[in-house]
């Protein structure tokens, strides 16, 4: 599915009249939300703790599937068992905020790991390693293990991790909400710049409103309900 209702634009990410709860449905995390994303923009999902944020992050991903409506990401239906791996291994790469790295493995290991997952030439993933780790700051300590590494520096790999396979979408999930305000604002930088230069759209689940205030476009997740800021 591919959409240009957006005046003119690439809509990658479409989300409409979705639903969402837990414990057999008492619980409704996302109630009827509906938003369009296009392709190379950067966009906040903002809101509190327990909103709905991540839950919206992990239906775009293929993590879960909705209860009903339907979700479209880089053309792939995210809610279909036969899309979903697709989805993850191609479309989207995912930024958390606990980065989910491998403790023993070396930085270099620990990027690597996407070649093995979608089976592509391990030579061009060795030439993106070194692209990115000299972009991101850190090809000096590639052969360090991911212990040894600062909380702002795993986060930095963790980025060269989700961008190995050169996705449509980052989906990054309060990716400096364990950082100091500092290596926060590095990594926020180096993720928006580095997706600006590649086209890359990110979809970033954040409580912190200036990060917010710094993406193209602001969805506020209040509730289990999404609205645009600045919409209408």
Known sequence: ????????????????????????????????VTLEIAKGEVVALWGASGSGKTTLLHMMGGLDTPDSGTVWVGGLN????????ALRRQKVG???QLHNLIPDLSVRENCLVTSIATGGDSKQFESRFEELAQELGFDHRQDRRIQDLS??????VALCRALMHRPDVILADEPTGSLDEKSGERVFELLTGLAKKEG???????????????CDRIFHVRDGRVSEIGEG
């Open 1 to 32: 599915m591919s959409s240009r209702s957006m005046r003119g634009r690439e809509v990658v990410v479409s989300v409409k009249e979705l639903f969402k709860g837990f414990d057999a449905g008492r619980i409704q995390v996302l109630k009827d």
């Open 78 to 85: 995210a809610a279909e068992e036969r899309d979903r791996l």
């Open 94 to 96: 995912f930024v958390f």
């Open 151 to 156: 909380g702002g520096e795993r986060q930095r």
């Open 200 to 214: 890359t759209t990110v979809v970033m689940a954040t409580h912190e409103r200036r990060f917010a205030d710094a």
